[in-house]
């Protein structure tokens, strides 16, 4: 076991946890990124809005699974969401994030 997966996890392993749980791929990118292609059932939610909807995303009452083009809004995302008490799981790139599922 390397050091990552020690200390992280296996992420296809924990994404696979979380779809058999129902969670939502929720996609952080713009309107314009994400009409231009997107994981087919995600919700989209731009990461400048997460704060203001976190009330609306806790009624989902599943476990989220955030992305975006890189990684680095679903994670800021990620964050907000966690630290708000939801389950949540950074899901990295929407296209990596696609081929995991």
């Known amino acids: 076991m390397g050091i990552f997966s020690f200390l ?3 992420k296809a392993n924990k994404i696979k946890e979380f779809t058999d749980r129902g969670a939502v791929i929720l996609d952080v990118r713009s309107k314009a990124e994400y009409d231009s292609g997107a994981i ?3 919700k989209h939610i731009p990461l400048q809005q997460i704060q203001a909807k976190v009330a609306d995303i ?3 009452n599943k476990p989220v699974i955030t992305c975006c083009a890189s ?3 679903s994670g800021s ?3 907000i969401l966690r ?3 939801v389950e949540v799981l950074n899901g990295g790139g929407w ?3 696609y081929n995991k599922l």
């Open 83 to 85: 630290s708000n008490g």
């Open 58 to 60: 806790k009624k989902w």
């Open 77 to 79: 995302a990620a964050a």
């Open 8 to 10: 992280f996890g296996n």
């Open 40 to 42: 087919p059932g995600s």
């Open 95 to 97: 296209q990596s994030l």
């Open 71 to 73: 990684g680095m809004r």
